[in-house]
């Protein structure tokens, strides 16, 4: 008896494809070794560290889209490793301020190289179609994170 797929079952379009193509990207993300034991999270954070700080935790959890507790603990890991530097907020004596040191710049660094190379490599393997999906997506995402 032959199996028939209804369009909910395999939607066909971009966005599903962009769906795939990203969890797919992800996934081969969360597999690379970083240097210090950087998970992808921890060096996204100490990216947006790097690009905006002196910044809050709250600040800094609000644009990696994830709570401030689970902020707060990827903070004191990567202060824990001398990445980042947290020192009080003069204007709100409850929050911590976040910076990068010497030591996360390099991390940073050489990390960002090694996603790069990754996710370059990762990208040749991919349907020129999924690809195009994928560009598309991520065109459409840097967008959308720079407005809000």
């Not at 494809?17 to 954070?45: D, G, H, M, N």
């Not at 020192?87 to 991390?107: E, I, K, M, Q």
């Amino acid at each position: 008896m032959a199996s028939t797929t209804s369009p909910a079952a395999a939607p066909d379009d971009a966005s599903w494809a962009a769906a795939i193509a990203i969890a797919k990207v992800s996934r081969s993300l969360k597999q690379a070794a970083f240097p210090y034991a950087l998970t992808v999270e921890r060096l996204t954070a100490l990216h947006v560290v790097h690009d905006r700080g002196p910044i809050s935790i709250s600040e800094l959890s609000s644009a990696e889209g994830v709570s401030t507790a689970a902020m707060s603990r990827t903070v004191s890991a990567l202060s824990a490793d001398g990445l980042v530097r947290c020192s009080g907020n003069g204007d709100d004596r409850r929050s911590v301020l976040v910076r990068s040191t010497a030591r996360g710049r390099g991390a940073l660094r050489r990390g960002a190289k090694q996603a790069k190379r990754h996710v370059e490599n990762f990208l040749e393997s991919l349907d020129p179609e999924l690809l195009g999906a994928l560009r598309d997506a991520a065109v459409a995402t840097l967008a959308l994170r720079s407005t809000s």
